[in-house]
């Protein structure tokens, strides 16, 4: 059997922060030797910055999205294979928010995993439930249907299980519903990938915080958390990350 892989704690920036703060921010958190893995994924402008900050750390830095193409006309986009460039590893793709402020549709997401996975990135695919779609009944249906259509064969890679009333809101699902979400995305996994589907990582993002890191990250198929507003503090990163079991 492989072994386990510690808990990931991936900070989104979204479209947060400055380059003169990147400095103490990366200080506060190079030093640390959390048990967990830590990645923080900064707006574009920023990665330059803090790929320096960051060198030799076991730190790992990705982006908010790329695009499906490698190149041509698209004015404010950016390549996985430019993303690679930065010293960038991850990706994340398919956030609720870019499903909604761009107009991603999961075929959208389908190309752009595989153009991160054809220029050596790892993918972190969002996928989650409205709070219409929960209280409907439809959450897991929903889930499933946007794994079948945004993974492409032969994924590899990370998925982010985000309810959408989740993200921002302070709300957090019960922890019953997050163990049967995460179990219906493992069963989705291994169905549509075969055995490789059982060893991804499926992390849990939506509010988490310092103050319910630790039982979140303890339920059974958490393999780590996607940070949005928590993740803009270096201590509260940290505190999540100490938060993580040990694997
Ligand atoms: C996110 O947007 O990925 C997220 C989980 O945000 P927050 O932690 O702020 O809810």
Redesign the pocket.
Known sequence: MEPELPHLIAG?W?MHGSLAGIAAYANAIRGAQPHADLLICPPFPFLDRFAQALAGSAIALGTQDCHANAQGAHTGDVSAAMVKETGATFVILG?S?RREDHGETNAHINAKVSAALAAGLTPIVCVGESLAQRQAGEAEPFVRSQLLHSLPAGFAGIIAY?PIW???TGLTPTEPDVVAMHAAIRAALIEQLGSAGAGLRILY????KPNNAASLLALPEVGGA?????SLKPEDLLAIAAAAPRD
């Open positions: 989104n979204k956030h928010e985000e989740a993200i921002g993002g939506g509010s988490v996607l940070v949005g507003g928590a």
